[in-house]
């Protein structure tokens, strides 16, 4: 028999009583009060209150991920919740507009007061960071400081947990490397590709020589980036260049991980790879806004107290930017469009491979 539950009543549900008790005023705790400092508390609890949101929903999609076996189901709900997560981010960028209906002047009534409490300290976002992926040794320090340790002990236990946990990063990483490459018999999808590629690459170097409204100089200009994008492209195929790329912190995929999220880009019209199209198009979604959000924030640290340092004694807005900059997650997804070719050069696969991308995938079909 289902358990009842008592009628409720809004207030109490919501636990209102201490929601909206919540805001306490140090200014008017030292008889001087400063009319926005609610706002400024009121924006911060909003979003610690979005932030564990977003923790929730990304906690269900690497549960969805931390398995051998992940279903098309898996995949769509992973979608439909990163979607949710790319709304917050949204909401909480545009929250920026409404702090910012705060002066300067009205901010230094009371910033003096916050020291040396800062959002450099919100647990949650740390949270998010390392289960999204943010490795640990990838994080722009200031004062040559572990992050944690502007934590309290039992913050820090919990964000040491997070790092030596799994991310989302290196789930669908994982998944990505399960995904069974079109090579089938007598039919190898990368020397195809290959091909294409190299006839696109000559003809777009053909056209740069051509080219009579480029002096010598820009002609040089443009084959030298060229010759850049060759040499990316060799990292494609030839897992040692790619390996040394990610030895230097120039990628981070796998090239297993790597050519599977470019098979997917590329086919992403066959039924079967819709969902994961979408999947990887979501992810470089949520690092995209992340960036936004980080970038819009330093704007407004910017515009708010200047080249001072933070309340939490950090570099103020070049901290921000510099991370804005540094903390990009799923930057090597973004990257991939790089390698992109046109529908019309993509190699003509069988019958047989496109029937199996047309529903499901099974590994056996071609035997």
């Known amino acids: 028999m289902k358990k009842q539950v008592p009628p409720q009543y809004y207030h ?29 508390i009121i924006i911060h609890q909003v979003y610690e209150l979005w932030f564990k949101q977003i923790l929730f929903e990304l906690d269900s999609i690497i549960r969805a991920f931390d398995r051998d076996v ?25 929250q920026i507009q409404v702090l910012e209906t705060m002066t300067p002047m009205d901010f230094l009534d009371f910033r003096d007061l916050l020291t040396p409490a800062s959002g450099f300290q919100s647990i949650q976002f740390r949270l998010i960071e390392n ?31 997070s ?26 999808f990368w020397e195809q590709y290959r091909s294409a ?20 100089k820009e002609k040089k200009t443009h084959l030298k980036e060229y010759e850049n994008t060759e040499i990316m492209f060799d990292a494609v195929f030839d897992k040692k260049k790619h390996d040394d790329l990610v030895n230097k912190s120039e990628r981070r995929l796998s090239h297993k991980a790597t050519q599977a999220a470019l098979l997917i880009l590329l086919y992403r019209d066959r039924p079967i790879l819709h969902n994961p199209y979408k999947l990887l198009n979501k992810l470089m979604d949520v690092d995209e806004l992340l960036t936004t959000w ?21 570099t103020g807005s070049s901290y921000l930017k510099e991370t804005a900059e540094r ?16 529908r019309s050069s993509l190699p003509k696969l069988p019958d ?13 079909a071609h035997k």
Request: no cysteine; proline share 1%.
């Open 12 to 40: 109490d549900y919501l636990n209102l009583e201490n929601l909206l008790t919540s805001q306490k005023l140090l200014s008017e705790k030292i008889g001087q009060k400063a009319h926005d400092e609610m706002l400024f």
């Open 70 to 94: 992940i279903r098309e189901s898996h995949i769509g709900i992973a979608v439909s919740r990163l979607n949710r997560i790319i709304e917050i981010q949204r909401i909480l960028i545009d």
């Open 131 to 161: 289960k999204l992926g943010l490795k640990a040794d990838s994080r722009y320090e200031y004062g040559r400081r572990d992050y944690k340790s502007q934590m309290h002990d039992e913050h820090q236990m919990i964000l040491k947990k």
């Open 163 to 188: 790092e030596a946990s799994s991310s989302l990063f290196e789930l669908v990483e994982r998944w990505l490397e399960r995904t069974p490459f079109l090579v089938f018999e007598d039919f190898n």
């Open 197 to 216: 590629v190299d006839k696109m690459l000559a003809s777009d170097r053909e056209i740069i020589l051509e080219n009579n409204t480029l002096s010598n």
């Open 294 to 314: 980080r970038y819009r924030h330093t704007l407004m640290v910017t515009r708010m107290i200047g080249r001072k340092i933070g309340t939490g004694g950090s």
């Open 327 to 342: 903390h990009r997650i799923f930057a090597d997804y973004g990257n991939l469009t790089t390698f992109l070719i046109p």
């Open 352 to 364: 047989e491979i496109i029937r199996n991308l047309g529903f499901y995938y099974n590994s056996n």
